[in-house]
């Protein structure tokens, strides 16, 4: 009587792992980059959500938070709004956000790019970079 084998030999085993290290030599790359996009793109999310805050702010105050008042103008009043301002009374804002690395984004009014400037220095959190390094800033997203 012959005797039927049982389970893979070698080589079917040897052929599988092949495939699977060409699979994941593939894949693995174009996987790990993802999260460094999705963060990048989260900042410019909440740049975009807090610059409409900051839009609103100043259709009910006439000008934009000064840069000593900060982002904090839009969850807490500030004490020396002008005479005639009309500060949203549950604010412009839940809470503050911060960068998907963490820090505070940052602002400045005026900007050196627009009326303000609202930006995050991305994640090395310092000035200038490229790729995921690069500072993300409202100057430079499309409204």
């Known amino acids: 009587m012959k005797r039927e ?5 070698l080589i079917e085993v040897m052929v599988v792992v092949v495939i699977l290290g060409v699979l994941a030599a593939i894949v693995v790359p174009r996987v ?20 409409a805050a900051l839009d609103l702010y100043k259709l009910d ?13 839009l969850v807490e009043k500030p004490a020396d709004l002008a005479a005639g301002s009309n500060w949203k009374a549950d604010g412009y804002l839940e809470m503050l956000p911060r960068d998907p690395w963490g820090a505070e984004y940052l602002y400045l009014q005026p900007g050196a790019h627009s009326a303000y400037d609202l930006y995050s220095f991305g994640s090395d959190g310092a000035v200038g970079g490229e790729n995921t390094d690069a500072d993300i800033g409202n100057w430079d997203l499309d409204r």
């Not at 790990?32 to 610059?51: F, H, N, T, V, Y």
């Not at 105050?61 to 900060?70: A, E, H, L, R, V």
């Open 32 to 51: 790990m980059s993802r999260p460094d996009e999705a963060r990048a793109l989260k900042a410019q999310q909440d740049i975009r959500a807090i610059g």
């Open 5 to 9: 084998s049982e389970g893979f030999t």
């Open 61 to 73: 105050n006439f000008k934009y938070p000064t840069t000593d008042q900060g982002l904090r103008a």
